[in-house]
T-cell receptor
């Protein structure tokens, strides 16, 4: 089945130690998104790629960066994680042509020690 | 900015009962989406609405897109234990280079046996 796959499902890192989360998709969608979701809250968009064009949300901390080496893969890099970065990180994809709802992966739960 | 008001925030119902939740917005959306999120998982798309006034069903779920494009409701008939989870509405606009989502705050549904 075509899907959005996130690895790992659970990630533990130390305060200040860089961490990378990955997302892959078999849907061949042009657009890929990264969201941060904290407990009991709705997902919050960090940034998205429209094909190769990177679009950062205005309030996304500089600590968060992303790479998209090809259509299928997208990475979220957190350079120096702080305790406040502990959250669920969700990847989503959609087609470029409207209408196209976003399809989410199962997320990576990040814990900071 | 755009905001979605989702209600109720939480619901406790008996198995077999029908459920209704809704979202309203001060802004117009091109698409309205309903997602369900189980603990530790990513949001799963339940229903997508594309036209004002559209009424769509998916099994026991029924959702409608308001005529003004500023509201939507989701009904679940004959609830079962696996309906437990958080339900999010999301409005999708077509501005800019991506299909930005604005999420409601979620409705936590608990189904009692």
């Amino acid at each position: 089945d075509a899907m959005v796959i996130q690895n790992p499902r659970y990630q533990v890192t130390q305060f200040g130690k860089p961490v990378t989360l990955s997302c892959s998709q078999t849907l061949n969608h042009n657009v890929m998104y990264w969201y941060q979701q904290k407990s009991s809250q709705a997902p919050k968009l960090l940034f998205h790629y429209y094909d190769k064009d990177f679009n950062n949300e205005a309030d996304t901390p500089d600590n968060f960066q992303s790479r998209r080496p090809n259509t299928s893969f997208c990475f979220l890099d957190i350079r120096s994680p702080g305790l406040g970065d502990a959250a669920m990180y969700l990847c989503a994809t959609s087609r470029k042509k409207s209408p196209s709802p976003q399809h989410f992966g199962d997320g990576t739960r990040l814990s900071i020690l | 900015g755009q905001q979605l008001n989702q209600s109720p925030q939480s619901m406790f119902i008996q198995e077999g009962e029908d459920v209704s939740m809704n979202c309203t917005s001060s802004s117009i959306f091109n698409t309205w989406l309903w997602y369900k999120q189980d603990p530790g998982e990513g949001p799963v798309l339940l229903i997508a609405l594309y036209m004002a006034g559209e009424l769509t069903s998916n099994g026991r779920l029924t959702a409608q897109f308001g005529i003004t494009r500023k509201d939507s409701f989701l009904n679940i008939s004959a609830s079962i234990p696996s309906d437990v989870g958080i339900y999010f509405c999301a409005g999708q606009s077509s501005s800019g280079s991506a299909r930005q989502l604005t999420f409601g705050s979620g409705t936590q549904l608990t189904v009692l046996p």
